[in-house]
């Protein structure tokens, strides 16, 4: 059986490889990468544009360059008299020649002093499409990992125009080479790879001198230290196929600044941009490098040791101002939120993964971490609009310079071996949804421990990988982004939650002072309204003194002793209304605590249906139809079979789904009743009476699953306590589904037992749950994290949460509102919690 190979034709190869750059910008950067990869110190790219536009009519310049370069057309032109205007029929007739011609003249030039290519490696690599060299051969002589591996970046040279040149001195060799391509060869017809020719011979150019010669004016090149490019490449690409106008040139400018190296990662490769037409434009490609910020983290994610180091700076306080007027709130902190702490600005911590992800650790998910690879992420954050009403002792800053700032280099960015791979952290490119996870908690920086969350327009930040370290994170066939693998996602994680360590470091320095201003605002409020109480009753005072004179003055001269019973009712009804005015102002406070309980138990309702949504979606389908189900299943089974086992199976199976029903009666009366008026207006309670409902409606889920649930009092209750209902479904709904998961995740059968104890002890009433579950996850080390918001251990195979993270935050938000403590109890088996609150809720 004969062998026969295949064929590429020239065009195919051709497409494969500009299907790689959908943009002369991107193309320009592929051939920046090239220079570092070469391990260039210095990278320039200049533009010679001298038709930067086609415009009718026509320049002087741009009538001479058709005379020059292409007389036949310039002689078949028809201008109108006395003028360079084409008329209408010559230039439709002709546009696209003329737009040849011109931009023909116009040229980029990428210049290096890399390590330059002698004729084998132009013949071995360079020549050779799709070439494995950088696969392999990785690393550079200078240590850098190499940024190209698909060996089809020469076609950005196509890409930006159909003629390219090249001039090449390697390091250590007296000559160089120069080789030429006409790309316009791919798009002979029927030619194969095979037919396509470049030119090479051997070249004495100087890299120096030929700067100084063809771009001495540019300002930037009269500053090159001389010898600097004794060796490297110079690229021609001349033919152009883009309008390069002054817009394009500033694109250009902007593009290699968002993706070339930043100065954080102190990489020895600067990049100029010059342009002919203008010496004094554009020079250096400036990155970001940010001296005004409010916070600096450093992390490094170790994969074999399965722990994220972390160097923090703090720069947002004024220290002076913090020691003399605020050196009390710190007097009982520990490190590394005690002033000491903060005087010195930075401090470091480690984190074992799987606690700051709150991920169990169990051996597939070791694995998958592993595999995600060491990578080192740093960011910075720049508030940039005024975030707080209260006097916090922040150091001034200028927002509008911020807000500058933030805008050209904010986000977070993604470089793999120093470049950027975009789309990742571009403007509007909210890869990491902070602005949703921001919405979901709006609360200020101190006023809830954990609870704040950065926006995306508040930080800028670089996340550093490589194709060695990292090499299950892989680029998508198009170079346009990242394939979002599992190792992508967990990335994504680890920065996420990287984020969360510092958004819970800012919110735990600030929340002191939240506290303090609180605390100060109510004494304000508390004397406001003395002083107001205190002047009603000298209004009064006065008002009833001058009456009573003027009654015993009526009395002395008529001997009357009678009191005017309206004058009385009048003042008392006066009375009346100025108390009704304070009351109301005092109202409306105790107003906006009954809507918060109503969010807090709509979001806790939200939990608790989302733990049986699986069996709601179950039985919700055949509710509607039981009632009359049973009737017509017997009427129409005929007596002689109805003692067939089919026939039993039958009404076995609507047994069943009258049980669904009465499953679904009791969540929609529960539902309905979680958010009763009633419960929503702070009252007297008590919580015996309220156990005793908590039972009943708890009866049927708690049945079903096995699970005994048993309350317990102990002494007397006599007592005053105020609060909402609803306040208290939030708390015990939250508690007991949060058992029934860890229930859930028991393998072996024991006796499933939920208790709640409840007994009054020195003034306070003490409430102690506990259930005999799994306990408490062993990812939290420090038993408190589990009332940060959105915090949870319940992931799925990704990572990803499965929990909302709020039960327990909402718990002790609850609890701390009612003036209450909550405190979690070491427990030899399951979970157990000790909550207690004043008879007199202040």
Not at 353 to 361: A, C, D, G, Q, V
Not at 606 to 617: C, D, K, T
Request: charged share 30%; net charge negative.
């Amino acid at each position: 059986m004969a062998k026969i190979p295949f064929s590429v034709s020239a065009r195919t190869a051709r497409l494969i490889g500009q299907e790689n750059f959908t943009n002369a910008e991107g193309a320009i950067v592929e051939l920046v990468k090239n220079s570092y990869d070469a391990d260039a110190k210095v990278c320039l790219v200049i533009y010679n544009i001298p038709f930067p536009e086609f415009r009718n009519p026509l320049r002087d310049v741009e009538v001479e360059a058709l005379k020059k370069n292409d007389p036949e057309l310039y002689d078949i032109l028809v201008f109108d008299q006395g003028t360079f205007h084409l008329t209408e029929p010559s230039l439709k007739r002709h546009y696209k020649r003329i737009r040849q011609v011109l931009f023909s003249q116009n040229s980029i030039f990428i210049i290096d002093n890399g390590d330059g290519m002698d004729d084998s490696i132009i013949k071995k690599n360079w020549m050779t499409i799709g070439t494995g060299n950088k696969e392999f051969e990785y690393v550079s002589v200078d240590g850098r990992i190499k940024t190209g591996a698909k060996g089809i970046g020469r076609f950005a040279l196509d890409r930006l125009g159909s003629l390219s040149e090249m001039w090449t001195i390697p390091k250590k060799k007296d000559k160089g080479f120069y080789w030429k391509m006409d790309w316009q060869q791919f798009e002979t017809p029927d030619s194969s790879l095979a037919d396509i020719k470049a030119d090479l011979e051997t070249s004495d150019i100087n890299i120096s001198q030929f700067l100084q010669e063809n771009f001495g004016t540019i300002e930037f090149i009269k500053n090159l230290t001389p010898g600097s490019f004794s060796h490297g490449t110079i690229i021609k690409i001349s033919k152009l196929r883009d309008d390069w106008e002054q817009s394009h040139l500033d694109s250009s400018f902007k593009n290699l600044e968002a993706l070339i190296p930043p100065k954080e990662l102190a990489i020895p490769f600067k990049v100029f941009q010059g342009y002919v037409q203008d010496s004094k434009a554009y020079g250096e490609v400036d990155t970001a490098f940010f001296n005004d910020y409010d916070y600096k983290v450093l992390a490094s994610y170790d994969a074999k040791e399965l722990k994220v180091k972390l160097h923090i700076t703090r720069n947002e306080l004024d220290l002076k101002l913090v020691e003399s007027k605020f050196g009390f709130l710190y007097e009982n902190t520990q490190r590394p939120y005690d002033l000491d702490t903060l005087k010195d600005k930075e401090f470091e911590d480690s984190k074992d993964i799987n606690e700051l992800m709150k991920w169990p650790k169990t051996a597939s998910n070791v694995a998958l971490l592993k595999e995600v690879g060491d990578f080192s992420f740093s960011f910075y954050f720049l508030k940039n609009t005024v975030s707080s009403k209260e006097d916090y002792p922040f150091l001034s800053i200028s927002y509008q310079e911020r807000q500058k700032v933030i805008s050209r280099f904010g986000g977070i960015k993604i470089y793999r071996d120093s470049f950027r791979v975009r789309p990742y952290g571009d403007s509007g490119n909210d890869w990491l949804k902070l602005g949703e996870r921001a919405q979901r908690s709006p609360a200020g920086p101190g006023q809830r421990i954990g609870d704040w969350r950065v926006g995306p327009n508040q930080i800028a930040g670089i996340i550093n990988i490589s194709r060695v370290a990292n090499s299950k994170i892989v680029d998508k066939s198009d170079r346009g982004s990242l394939v979002e693998n599992t190792s992508f996602d967990l990335l994504k994680k680890i920065v996420e939650n990287t984020i969360h360590y510092f958004e819970y470091d800012r919110s735990k320095i600030l929340n002191p002072y939240y506290l303090h201003f609180d605390a100060e605002k109510k004494k304000q409020r508390q004397k406001e309204i003395q002083e107001a109480a205190e002047k009603i009753a000298d209004e009064l005072y006065a008002k009833r003194k001058a009456e009573e004179e003027a009654k015993n003055k009526a009395e002395s001269d008529t001997g009357s002793s009678g009191e005017n019973k309206d004058e009385f009712e009048e003042e008392k009804e006066q009375f009346q209304k100025i108390l009704e005015e304070q009351l109301t102002n005092l109202q409306i406070d105790d107003d906006k605590d009954a809507e918060l309980a109503q969010v807090r138990s709509l979001a806790s309702l939200g939990l608790i249906v989302s733990s049986f949504a699986h069996e709601l979606r179950e039985i919700r389908n055949n509710v509607e139809e039981i009632k009359d189900l049973e009737d017509i299943y017997k009427s129409i089974i005929p007596l002689k079979l109805r003692t067939n086992q089919l026939y039993v199976d039958g009404l076995n199976i609507i047994d069943l789904l009258k049980s669904g029903g009465e499953k679904t009666k009791h969540w929609v009366d529960y539902s309905l009743t979680a958010i009763k008026k009633d419960k929503r207006k702070r009252s007297s309670f008590n919580f015996k009476d309220y156990f005793k409902g908590l039972k009943k409606n708890w009866e049927v889920p708690l049945n079903d699953r096995g699970i005994i649930f048993e309350i317990y009092e102990e002494g007397s209750f006599e007592y005053q306590f105020r609060a909402f209902e609803i306040d208290m479904d939030t708390i015990f709904g939250n508690l007991i589904t949060n058992s029934i998961d860890s229930f859930n995740n028991i393998d072996t059968i024991i006796q499933r037992k939920i208790t709640i104890h409840h007994h009054l002890i020195d003034g306070r009433i003490v409430l102690t749950y506990k259930d005999n579950g799994t306990g408490l996850p062993d990812v939290f080390t420090d038993k408190n994290d589990i009332f940060l918001p959105f915090t949870t251990s319940k992931k799925d195979t990704k990572g990803n949460d499965i929990g909302t993270g709020l039960g327990m935050y909402l718990v002790k938000m609850v609890v701390q509102d009612n003036s209450g403590d909550i405190d979690i109890l070491d427990s030899d088996e399951g979970f157990c919690i000790k909550l207690n609150f004043p008879t007199r809720n202040n």
